[in-house]
């Protein structure tokens, strides 16, 4: 059913310049219950929301490439590992920070990098300079903090 909603989201629900931001939420919590499967130990993924999303238009598909890059790299099935996506609303601004652990071993491929860099540059082309993206990669810990005015 998770599969379903998040492939159904993405082509009949995507093709339009904004969508309610309760919708982009709901796609995530789709995408992280459906990720979360995987795992024996379901609580080493948190995700928070905190604020009304309401039906406040963002672009769609915005924010999943920065939670799909932690599932990517930021589960080992030996080493302690972690995901923390945080979701605020707030002031009329919407704050996402997603934290993983980085494992030894990563699912690179040739197109690694590519999602952040393309949703980089549409936060360009949406917002202008009137957003902020802080990426960090320190030690054994990936974090990335997106603020956008809604």
């Keep these: 059913v998770k599969l379903s909603d ?6 009949y629900d995507t093709n339009v310049a904004r969508v309610p931001l309760s919708d982009e939420i709901s796609h ?25 999303p309401g039906n406040i238009p963002v672009a769609p598909m915005l924010f999943i ?13 030996k080493d302690e590992s972690f995901i923390a996506i945080d979701i605020e609303i707030s002031d009329g601004m919407l704050f996402l920070k997603v934290r993983n652990s980085k494992s030894e071993k990563t699912n690179a491929d040739k ?8 949703t980089r540059k549409r936060l360009g082309l949406l917002y202008g300079a009137n957003y902020s993206l802080d990426i960090q990669d320190v030690n054994d810990v990936f974090s990335v903090n997106l603020s956008i005015p809604l």
């Design 6 to 11: 998040i492939l159904r989201y993405m082509i």
């Design 65 to 77: 490439p920065f939670v799909e890059n932690a599932f990517k790299h930021g589960i080992s099935y």
């Design 28 to 52: 995530i919590e789709s995408y992280v219950e459906l990720q979360k499967l995987q795992f024996a130990n379901r609580e080493l993924v948190s995700l928070t929301v905190r604020g009304n």
């Design 111 to 118: 197109y690694s990098g590519i999602g952040i860099d393309n």
